[in-house]
């Protein structure tokens, strides 16, 4: 069945990195648009970053820009963020998300599938 499965998620000091994994299996991955999100406590859910194959472009939130990259692995089913030079605002838990047909990572863009979430905590 169709669904997303996060992980990579630790607790890590500032300037640290960490690759955070969204594993499809059920997904033709090429087919799909996908999202990271995140939301900290107290805050909304914020849109971090989007990969869109129909486009062949990615996109990323101004907060997040030069220290964050988004990939996919088409054959193994995963999209992949890669966080640099963390610090501890980028504390939340992050989400990834599918759009289905893909939409162009539009900001209008609502996603039909959602992973569970993994835990990012910047910390001294």
């Known amino acids: 069945q169709i669904q997303l499965v996060e992980s990579g998620g630790a607790l890590v000091q500032p300037g640290d990195s960490l690759r955070l994994s969204c594993v499809a299996p059920?997904?033709?991955?090429?087919?799909?648009?996908i999202a990271w999100f995140r939301q900290a406590p107290g805050k909304e859910r914020e849109g971090v970053s989007c990969?869109?194959?129909?486009?062949?472009?990615?996109y990323f939130s101004e907060s997040v820009k030069g220290r964050f990259t988004i990939s996919r692995d088409n054959a193994k089913k995963t999209v992949y963020l890669q966080m640099n030079s963390l610090e501890s605002e980028d504390t939340a838990v992050y989400y990834c998300?599918?759009?289905?047909?893909?939409?162009?990572?539009?900001?209008?863009?609502?996603?039909?599938?959602w992973g569970q979430g993994t835990q990012v905590t910047v910390s001294s």
């Open positions: 990969i869109s194959s129909r486009t062949g472009s990615t």
């Open positions: 059920g997904f033709t991955l090429d087919d799909y648009a």
């Open positions: 998300a599918a759009d289905f047909p893909d939409s162009g990572c539009l900001r209008s863009t609502i996603f039909d599938y």
